[in-house]
């Protein structure tokens, strides 16, 4: 039976760690989530968390139709390896003409299945995260953030040669082709980077640039 869709309300379909976590997050934001899911464990697991969950087979399109799918204006399919079921799934929501249609990855062919299906968005959660981690293992990073292909966002302690020297002085941007966009000083708080901004050893830095230039800012030592 069709149920009433709030504005915010979001479709999480598959509810394993990936759907779980995303549908989580999407309640700590606001959102209001129906969660599906044809594991009935998954199901019992969710159930006191978040704002509705069903027990139903997401490639029926029937069924689908039923809960209400069609009505959502957002719709992430978060299966896992039943690569079947995640591509039947997406091409179900496009047919019920849900406009905006995220859906999880687990090869580039994969993907380019889903994206031929109806999927708007294809994420590949194991291979950026992967991509990720390798950047912060082999730097001096505290964080990256794959902003776009080919430029990031990088949170770093300062290399060595830019402390105790205001940003103009030491001619970040020039020198090393990265912008220092915020500074947070031990124990305080970020707040904008300007260029008489003069980082400390202890301070954290948030500089944006290349991917490869930001990357060899935080290997500077």
């Known amino acids: 039976m069709a149920r009433s869709v709030p504005d915010d309300g979001v479709l999480v379909v598959g509810l394993g760690r990936f759907g779980t976590a995303l549908a989580e997050t999407l309640m700590d934001l606001g959102h209001q989530v129906l969660g599906v ?4 464990g998954n199901v019992q697991r969710n159930a006191d968390v978040l704002t509705h969950v069903v027990e139903a087979d997401a490639t029926d399109e029937e069924a689908m139709r039923q809960l209400g799918a069609g009505e959502f204006g957002r719709a992430v399919v978060g299966i896992g390896t039943d690569l079947e079921a995640s591509i039947l799934t997406t091409s179900v929501l496009a047919g019920l003409e849900v ?3 995220w859906a999880k990855a687990i090869t580039v062919p994969h993907g380019r299945i ?4 109806g999927a708007h968005h294809v994420v590949f959660p194991e291979h950026d ?3 990720r981690v390798a950047h912060l293992v082999t730097g001096r990073m505290i964080e990256f953030v794959q902003l776009d292909e080919g430029f990031a966002l990088v949170e770093l302690k300062p290399p060595k040669e830019i402390v105790g020297r205001s940003l103009a002085d030491s001619q ?3 020198r090393y082709g990265i912008t220092v966009v915020c500074i ?11 260029p008489e901004t003069v980082p400390g050893a202890d301070d954290i830095l948030v ?9 060899g ?5």
Do not use: H, N
């Not at 947070?184 to 300007?194: D, E, L, N």
């Not at 500089?207 to 990357?215: F, H, I, K, L, S």
């Not at 800012?217 to 030592?221: D, M, N, Y």
């Open 172 to 174: 970040v941007r020039s």
């Open 207 to 215: 500089v944006a640039g290349e991917t490869d230039r930001a990357q």
């Open 114 to 117: 889903l994206e031929r299906v």
């Open 37 to 40: 899911d044809a594991d009935p």
């Open 129 to 131: 995260m992967g991509r």
């Open 184 to 194: 947070k000083p031990r124990g305080g708080s970020f707040t904008y980077a300007t």
């Open 99 to 101: 406009p905006d249609i």
């Open 217 to 221: 800012f935080a290997e500077l030592g």
